[in-house]
């Protein structure tokens, strides 16, 4: 804009300014990149400070900041850069596309300083170069083969791994060595094919090198060398037994005793000939050993014929030929019986019940035990060994059954721990033991018992509805439901306690007034499931200790009393009384003037009430006092000692009585009348007036003429002070008239 300034002169004069307006963005606008997504590609050999590509954000129109770019994540091993002014991303640290062959990056701009971004995503394909040979996974190998096999057999197979991808990790199989004619390979799989017959007669040994290639450009390429076996005897014959399939050996023969000798013979030469001997079944709990080379069956383990009479082995005869060929026999071995067995209980740990308070002979459990010996060896005898409690049992010594000797009472002992010995009759050594877990079952033959016979509390009055005051406990000597104890409240309690029948504990059912009740006394009861044993009671007296929740209450709210006027100071006037239902210091009460004594013409006695006169009163000064518990007036207040203290007021109306201590005052000491010599008879002269400041009869007052009248011109109203004419007057007689009136 072009603005100009013009005076108003005679000879005008005027200045251009030229206002330059910049409109100002007042919305931040990030800048937008022209795609939402990159894609590049990038040979993993590519040096370091390579170009990949160039990204492009667009400042908004009229924008005068420039954009910056940055790569904000993807790229947590910092092998890529960008220009932050011109987009451009480069590598930084070489690539591998074994490691990883897609990064995905993503690039944010920034305009200038502001806080506004935005953002794209770069993919980058890092493309493979063949830099990684085939590998496999062994230098070297060796397998042995038959001259039976037949042309097209596969007898190996070759296997190499290539880390790089597509054609670069494609592998081609081929052996490199010149004795390959009796050998073919599938260039793909690595099939390793017999191609015809091969005698051991012509060649016992092969060496192959299989080379594997990859694809690549150029190809990459790895060997293994591969020697092949050929046997050349041909196993025609199976070893056959000469043995006997039957042993016998005692059960208490030492670990390694020789039980048998397995033979078997072979009619082949070398190793078509040579056998070796295996059990194939019937020793799967590791019995015996068997030497594969000698036959020699010796014992693993202790034998025990108790635990098996006998063992049925599969034996075979294997010779080494190839195939190889092989016999069997079934060998049964007979465990011959010693007597060597010990009684042994049927269970260690026998646990049973029983009830209390049965009579003695009350059957408990048969026990018992076994000897795997036949014969007299396994007759056997049963007895209780000495222990807590073993005198309360009797143990049949041939049936091995227990019964009780005398009553059991479960509170005395609830469990016994009983042992037991079974032995063979004759033989005190050859003896077992065993546990007896006896638990005594519980009868209802206690009642409960509450600690104490009698609980006394005291709780506060303003417990709230619901607190718990006491948790009673009761105990029953019984288990389980005969000794649990459920409690109730008998007596009344006047709707104020509460007992819970499983915990015992008493709560109140309603708020607490020790000015309406100060103490409760009931009982509570605790019983169990019994019907025939009694209940436990427990006397319960809860005292109601007092909270100032009462304030003083005047008996009066409005009192009158009166006062002679002129009575000498602490005169009493008279007593107040304030009630208080609370007890101790939330019942004394204090008394005291609370308002319109300023003048402090009264006092009380703070403990008794009494209401007195503090100075000589006047009722012509003040009429009447007035203690009122609003406005400007006084109040009597009644306050107790509770904390905190409670008042309350009430008012108090006190009158004066009057004294005749005043005389009648005449409003003028002289009254000066003038009266004319012809005025008639009755004629009104003129009114005396007199006030008196006390009250009632001592405020009537009578006039009289005492003097000055003697000839009785003028007659006076006793009442109203009236003066009037009784006789003619006559100037030229007497020209003044002096009364005096008294006013009474």
Not at 153 to 180: M, P, T
Not at 555 to 576: C, F, L, M, R
Request: proline residues 4%.
């Amino acid at each position: 804009l072009t603005v100009s300034a013009r005076d108003g002169g005679g000879l005008r004069s005027a200045s251009n300014a030229a206002v330059t307006v910049n409109i100002l963005q007042t919305v931040l606008v990030p800048a937008i990149f022209e795609r939402s997504r990159y894609s590049f590609s990038v040979p993993e050999d590519a040096p370091e400070d390579s170009v990949i590509g160039t990204i492009k954000a667009r400042e908004p129109p009229n924008s005068l900041e420039v954009v910056s770019y940055r790569i904000c994540s993807g790229d947590p091993h910092g092998k890529f850069s960008i220009d932050p002014q011109f987009g451009i991303i480069r590598t930084k640290k070489q690539l591998d596309h074994e490691a990883q062959s897609i990064v995905v990056l993503t690039v944010q701009s920034q305009l200038g300083n502001s806080s506004v971004y935005s953002s794209t995503q770069v993919n980058i394909s890092v493309t493979d170069i063949n830099d990684n040979p085939p590998v496999f996974l062994t230098k070297s190998d060796k397998v042995t083969i038959s001259h039976t096999q037949p042309p097209g057999s596969a007898v190996y197979i070759a296997h190499a791994e290539d880390k790089d991808s597509g054609l670069n990790g494609a592998i081609k199989y081929s052996i490199a060595s010149e004795q390959s004619d009796a050998f073919s390979i599938d260039p793909s799989l690595g099939v390793v094919n017999l191609t015809r017959t091969v005698f051991a007669e012509k060649q016992q040994e092969y060496t192959l090198h299989i080379a594997a290639e990859d694809s690549g450009s150029p190809p990459l390429t790895s060997l293994l060398i591969l020697t092949k076996i050929v046997i050349l005897d041909i196993n025609d014959n199976s070893p056959s037994f000469m043995s006997s399939p039957l042993s016998y050996v005692m059960e208490d023969v030492e670990v390694g005793f020789l039980v048998h000798h397995i033979i078997a013979k072979d009619p082949d030469e070398g190793r078509n000939g040579q056998v070796t001997y295996h059990i194939l079944s019937g020793n799967e709990n590791k019995a015996f050993i068997l030497d594969k080379i000698t036959g020699l069956l010796t014992t693993a383990q202790f034998l025990d014929h108790e635990v098996q009479e006998r063992y049925s082995l599969t034996v075979i005869a294997l010779d080494d030929g190839s195939p190889a060929l092989s016999a069997t026999q079934i060998l049964t071995i007979v465990v011959l019986d010693v007597n060597d067995e010990t009684p042994v209980f049927l269970k260690q740990l026998y646990e049973t019940e029983v009830h209390e308070n049965q009579d003695p002979g009350e059957f408990v459990i048969r026990v018992e035990a076994v000897d795997r010996d036949a014969g007299l060896n396994s007759l056997l005898q049963y007895e209780i060994l000495p222990g807590a409690g073993y005198e309360k049992f009797k143990m049949n010594s041939h049936s091995g059954e227990l019964v009780t000797a005398a009553s059991l009472d479960r509170e005395t002992q609830e469990v016994f721990e009983i042992c037991m010995n079974a032995s063979r009759v004759g033989s005190e050594s050859e003896r077992s033991t065993a546990q007896l877990c006896l638990t005594v079952l519980d009868e209802n033959d206690h009642s409960p018992l509450f600690a104490k016979t009698q609980y006394q509390i005291s709780v506060t009055e303003d417990l709230e509805e619901g607190s718990a005051i006491l948790d009673l406990s009761a105990s029953d000597e019984d288990a389980g439901l005969n000794g649990e104890v459920t409690y109730s409240l008998i007596d009344n309690t006047y709707g104020a306690f509460a007992i819970d029948s499983a915990t015992g504990s008493i709560i109140t059912t309603k708020a607490l007034d020790r000015e309406t009740k100060s103490q409760y006394t009931f009982r509570a009861v605790a019983s169990d499931h019994s019907t025939h044993f009694p209940r436990s009671t427990t006397v319960m007296t809860v005292l109601i200790q007092d909270m100032n929740d009462n304030a003083p209450k005047f008996e009066q709210n409005y009192y009158k009393a009166s006062v002679w006027e002129g009575q000498s100071p602490k005169t009493d006037i008279i007593q107040v009384f304030a009630i208080d239902l609370d007890s101790g210091l939330n019942g004394e009460t204090e008394y005291s003037i609370l308002s319109g004594n300023e003048n402090a013409t009264f006092l009380i006695d703070s403990a008794r009430g009494i209401l007195a006169t503090n100075t000589g009163l006047d009722y012509e000064n003040t009429s009447s006092y007035r203690f009122v518990s609003a406005s400007h007036q006084l109040v009597l207040l009644a306050s107790d000692h509770g904390t905190p203290s409670l008042n309350s007021t009430a008012t108090v109306l006190v009158t004066v009585l009057d004294v005749n201590d005043n005389p009648p005052v005449f409003s003028s000491p002289e009254y000066h009348v003038h009266v004319k010599e012809s005025i008639p008879i009755g004629s009104h002269i003129t009114e005396v007036s007199a006030k008196d400041c006390d009250a009632g009869t001592n405020a009537e007052i009578s006039y009289a003429i005492i003097s000055g009248n003697d000839r009785g011109h003028f007659c006076l109203d006793a009442q109203t002070g009236s003066v009037n004419l009784t006789e003619k007057l006559d100037y030229e007689d007497t020209m003044k008239f002096t009364l005096v009136i008294q006013a009474t």
